[in-house]
């Protein structure tokens, strides 16, 4: 993936919205902050808990006026990457667009400059280093449901978890976001 400049970085909103536009990295840290620890579990079976600092989409959306059509989201990413999100998800308690990760600004790895975090969903479903925001009227693969036998709707499933952070000691877990340990 290319090294994203956060000083030239603009995310675009675009699509479906009465008012699209663009924002910089600055501007979203004057957005209402919101952290939270939200464990991210990957469809490999491992899981990791971490601090996340952003905003949410609800603050997004009033500036940009998402029209009645506009169903989900198409997240553009600055690795070719695309994710679908659903407007109902993104609305969800808890759904961040974050900008720092353990009080730090995220690292390039871990999606520097904006990523979406979605707890109740697969690692997948919380793409990284987003350029663009594409309001969209109906639902989208994105790349991993279209090339990988991965759920369209990414919502974590009951089953066993391998945590990071308990040497990988198995857990079991009922489905959607873990909160348990």
């Known amino acids: 993936m290319r090294r994203i400049n956060g000083q030239t970085w603009r995310l675009k909103i675009t699509g479906l919205c009465d008012a699209p536009q663009s924002f910089t990295l600055e501007q979203f840290k004057s ?34 006026r998402p029209q009645p059509e506009a169903k989900g989201v198409l997240f553009h990413c600055g690795d070719k990457y695309k994710e679908y999100l659903s407007r109902e998800a993104l609305n969800q308690d808890r759904v961040l667009l974050a900008h720092s990760m353990n009080g730090q600004p995220l690292s390039d790895a871990h999606g520097f400059p904006l990523r979406l975090i979605a707890p109740s969903k697969y690692g997948y479903k919380n793409p990284k280093a ?9 639902h989208q693969y994105g790349t991993w449901s279209k090339i990988g036998p991965y759920s369209p709707d990414g919502t974590i499933l009951p089953g066993t978890d391998h945590p990071l952070e308990f040497n990988k000691e198995p857990r079991r877990i009922s489905g959607g976001e873990i909160t348990d340990y």
């Open 31 to 64: 957005f209402t902050a919101t952290t939270q620890s939200s464990r991210m579990k990957c469809v490999e079976c491992w899981s990791a808990r971490t601090q996340w600092s952003g905003f949410s989409i609800n603050e997004l959306e009033k500036l940009v």
């Open 130 to 138: 987003i350029l663009e925001m594409e309001y969209v009227s109906e």
